[in-house]
């Protein structure tokens, strides 16, 4: 058995696609014998041990194969041909466009908000040059008072 492993963590997707072993100078790869998935597509989550069936070592371990003395070598080699597919999934431009909206409503509200606040504050700062064009005056009236006396 040769055993490998793969793992995806990313974005949603909506297909896996697991493409076999290419066989290499006469040997037969055959299938996956066995395998553990772990899928969630929704989170972007994809995870994969898998088992191949290694009667095809026959050819690596003779001694016409270049891989002959180092086995972990040719397993290496072997694992790197295995190609594992995601698909990712296409953007739902229905959902995209009521949320854009939904969030354009929310900023005009915040944008109404706001403009409330701001007519608050010019009424306070109006009041406030009024108080103190009133408190300019009378103290101006008092010192001319003070001054006649």
């Known amino acids: 058995m040769l055993e490998g492993k793969f793992e995806y963590q990313g974005i949603p997707f909506s ?11 006469g040997t037969n790869v055959g299938e996956f014998l066995d395998k553990s998935e772990s899928i969630d597509k929704m ?5 994969v041990i898998y088992k191949l069936d290694t ?4 050819f690596a371990t ?11 070598r040719f397993r290496r080699e072997i694992i790197k041909q295995i190609k594992i597919r995601i698909y990712i999934k296409k953007k739902d ?11 354009n409503q929310e900023l005009l509200q915040q ?3 706001i403009e409330a606040y701001n007519q608050e504050i010019e ?22 008072q003070k001054t006649r006396f």
């Not at 431009?93 to 909206?101: A, F, G, L, P, T």
């Open 43 to 47: 989170r972007g989550s994809y995870r």
């Open 93 to 103: 431009q229905s959902n995209n466009k009521i949320r854009i909206e939904q969030i």
């Open 15 to 25: 297909k896996v696609e697991r493409c076999n072993v290419e066989p290499q100078r």
């Open 55 to 58: 009667k095809f070592m026959k």
């Open 123 to 144: 009424e306070v700062e109006n009041s406030r040059k009024t108080t103190e064009a009133l408190i300019d005056h009378y103290t101006t009236d008092l010192e001319n």
């Open 62 to 72: 003779s001694s016409k194969s270049p891989y002959s003395k180092d086995n972990d």
């Open 111 to 113: 944008q109404r908000h």
